[in-house]
Nanobody, 122 residues
Framework: QVQLVESGGGLVQAGGSLRLSCAAS????????MGWFRQAPGKEREFVTR????????SYSDSVKGRFTISRDNTKNTVYLQMNSLKPEDTAVYYC???????????????WGRGTQVTVSS
C-alpha cells in the first residue's frame, strides 16, 4: 500500500506561484495513477489534474488548464503540482491521491494524503 504526504502549500498573492509535492512511501508508487484534488470551504472536493503511471499522459480541469502542471518522478516516489498565475478562487486544501485506474473520479482513488492548504490573496 502507498502512503501519501503533501507539502508546499502556503499563502501567496494573486498572480504568484507555488509548487506542491506529494511524497509516497512504498515500492509500488510507479504502478499508480496519481491525481490532485482540492476542496474549498463549503464546497465539494473537485478534480484538478491527474497523471499516468509513466507520466506521459495528463489531464486537467478547465479551471486550471494552462496554469497548473502535474509531473512525477518515479525515482523519488514524488508527484508535483506546479501552480502558476494563481487566483483567489484557487484557495483550497489540496490533496494528492493514488488510483489503480486512470480516472478523474475521486471515488476511484483509494489512497489519499491529508492535504495542504493553499491560500491566494487578492
Amino acid at each position: 500500500q502507498v502512503q501519501l504526504v503533501e507539502s508546499g502549500g502556503g499563502l501567496v498573492q494573486a498572480g504568484g506561484s507555488l509548487r506542491l509535492s506529494c511524497a509516497a512511501s512504498g515500492r509500488t508508487f510507479r504502478n499508480y495513477f496519481m491525481g490532485w484534488f482540492r476542496q474549498a470551504p463549503g464546497k465539494e472536493r473537485e478534480f484538478v489534474t491527474r497523471i499516468s503511471w509513466s507520466g506521459t499522459s495528463t489531464s486537467y480541469s478547465d479551471s486550471v488548464k494552462g496554469r497548473f502542471t502535474i509531473s512525477r518522478d518515479n525515482t523519488k516516489n514524488t508527484v508535483y503540482l506546479q501552480m502558476n498565475s494563481l487566483k483567489p478562487e484557487d484557495t483550497a486544501v489540496y490533496y494528492c491521491a493514488a488510483s489503480s485506474r486512470d480516472s478523474s473520479d475521486s471515488s476511484t482513488y483509494g489512497r489519499w494524503g491529508r492535504g495542504t492548504q493553499v491560500t491566494v490573496s487578492s
